[in-house]
């Protein structure tokens, strides 16, 4: 038999129709996404009809799910950037900062050392050796 003839039901053609060993992913472009996100969500509000659309583009509902999940992520994402310059921070606002922190500890510090000067006070006199004021200095 040659090929290109009516070989019962069947035309035998000379084209390769094997099946490739690995498929090939698809690759849709942003505004193929966009198309379909928006052609889906006019069916959705007329009442139906998503199914012919997912068919007919050869996709799965979860890849839908996740372009829709991905398009609410960069619309939330455009919505929360703030616009305008960044403040810029006063270097003497840090510098103040710190200082107060540094006398906060010092003055935590000096309170400490009242107490225990107190307490050595007390310890003497009940000792019997009570510190005067001539001895301190």
């Given at each position: 038999?040659?090929?290109?003839?009516?070989?019962?039901?069947?035309?035998?053609?000379?084209?390769?129709?094997?099946?490739?060993?690995?498929?090939?992913?698809?690759?849709?472009?942003?505004?193929?996404?966009?198309?379909?996100?928006?052609?889906?969500?006019?069916?959705?509000a007329n009442g139906g009809g998503v199914g012919a659309i997912l068919r007919r583009?050869?996709?799965?509902?979860?890849?839908?799910?996740s372009w829709r999940k991905e398009r609410d992520r960069a619309v939330h994402k455009?919505?929360?950037?703030?616009?305008?310059?960044?403040?810029?921070?006063?270097?003497?606002?840090?510098?103040?900062?710190?200082?107060?922190?540094?006398?906060?500890?010092?003055?935590?510090?000096?309170?400490?050392?009242?107490?225990i000067i107190d307490v050595q006070k007390k310890v003497a006199k009940l000792l019997?050796?009570?510190?005067?004021?001539?001895?301190?200095?």
């Open positions: 038999m040659s090929e290109g003839k009516i070989v019962g039901p069947f035309v035998a053609s000379s084209a390769d129709v094997e099946v490739p060993a690995k498929a090939q992913r698809r690759i849709f472009s942003a505004e193929e996404k966009k198309r379909i996100l928006e052609e889906t969500d006019r069916a959705l583009e050869g996709i799965y509902s979860s890849t839908l799910h455009a919505f929360s950037q703030k616009r305008g310059p960044q403040p810029q921070r006063n270097p003497l606002v840090a510098e103040n900062e710190k200082l107060r922190r540094h006398n906060q500890r010092l003055q935590e510090e000096l309170e400490k050392a009242h107490i019997g050796h009570p510190i005067t004021e001539m001895e301190k200095s």
